[in-house]
């Protein structure tokens, strides 16, 4: 028997197959500004707790805490070092800290995020950078961040391994590999008494 492979700008098909599509590129539809009823503006460096109702975009600094149930923009020039909670949270800038989006995070290409993100919606464009863990299941309002890990936790407890896109830098350089905790006795890969 004779398998014909065909060549599509340079992807293969096998034959019988019309063609292979490439990974479609992920894009974030851009928010107009307008129909943001706050924006912290990029001379605004604010630090304490962060609560609204409303759509709200921070183009400049802001450290603390944010809580809402509404949608936040973080803007490309933004730096927000803060435990962040929000329906949705869009980021085209930094964000150090760890994330709920109840409904859907969004990272642009030009985002950074150093933290752990829990969400039952996540999107990220090429080029973006993520730093962290990410949790997708448990359901509205049981999205929660990772705690330190268990030293011994069932195999259905253990955290996964941490998602690093391509770069993973920050502007002040190379941050560390976080370790994935080792096997719990009993567990494929633990050792057995």
Do not use: W
């Amino acid at each position: 028997m004779t398998l014909r492979v065909l060549r599509l700008s340079g992807l293969t098909s096998p034959a019988g197959v019309d063609r292979l599509d490439p990974m479609a590129e992920v894009r974030i539809k851009d928010i107009d500004e307008h129909e943001i009823d706050t924006i912290l503006a990029e001379d605004i460096d604010f630090e304490g707790h962060l609560t609204f109702k409303k759509p709200l975009m921070i183009k400049g600094k802001f450290k603390g805490e944010i809580r809402s149930s509404s949608s936040l923009y973080i803007g490309e020039k933004a730096f927000v070092e803060a435990t962040t909670e929000a329906g949705i949270v869009s980021s085209k800038g930094a964000h150090k800290g760890n994330i709920v989006g109840h409904s859907r995070v969004e990272l642009y290409s030009t985002a950074r995020v150093d933290g752990d993100i829990a969400t039952p919606d996540f999107v990220m464009e090429s080029g973006c950078k993520f730093n962290g863990y990410c949790n997708m299941g448990g359901g509205p309002g049981k999205e929660k961040p990772r705690g330190q890990p268990a030293a011994i936790a069932a195999p259905s407890q253990q955290p996964s391994a941490p998602t690093q896109t391509a770069a993973s830098q920050s502007p002040q350089g190379q941050l560390p590999l976080q370790q994935k905790p080792a096997p719990a006795p009993g567990t494929p890969g633990g050792q057995q008494k």
